[in-house]
């Protein structure tokens, strides 16, 4: 009976996205999509492709833009980390959590995007994952309360 009712709480968590995963929900994805377009498409493509490359370091040690289409890794992190990751920018976002001496190549838009500009984006960058995509992403996320 334990095992059955974990179960049924795992899978209700895994299938809800509004338990873990509120912060993009109810988004403005159109205004998402065109502020992506206008602030992001020049480094990780019109088409959420990324640049060529993208795992290996430049010559200055930065890594090019990663793809957020479903074949780059923005979906293996959590809400927070990327959000974090566009206002702080990468090296200060990583530094809030310890890492510390990475170079990024990715600029703050603290001073340039609200804090739900950031969140439509990251929301519309969501809608164009596969809904499985979307459902292992979710599950990244600490519960709600």
Not at 59 to 76: F, I, M, R, V
Request: proline share 6%.
């Amino acid at each position: 009976m334990i095992a059955t009712t974990s179960w049924i709480a795992t899978s209700i968590l895994l299938a809800s996205p509004s338990v873990a995963d509120h912060e993009l929900l109810d988004r403005d994805l159109k205004d998402g999509q065109a502020l992506y377009q206008e602030y992001c498409a020049s480094c990780h493509g019109s088409n959420l492709e990324g640049q060529d490359d993208w795992r290996s370091p430049n010559s200055d040690g930065t890594l090019p833009a990663p793809p957020h289409d479903e074949t780059g890794h923005t979906w293996h992190h959590d809400n927070q980390l990327l959000f974090d990751y566009t206002k702080l920018g990468g090296s200060r976002a990583l530094a809030a959590i310890g890492v510390q001496d990475f170079v990024s190549g990715m600029p703050a838009f603290d001073d340039i995007l609200s804090d739900d500009e950031v969140w439509n984006i990251l929301a519309f960058i969501r809608s164009t994952w596969p809904e499985r995509v979307q459902k292992i992403q979710a599950s990244r996320n600490p519960p709600h309360q």
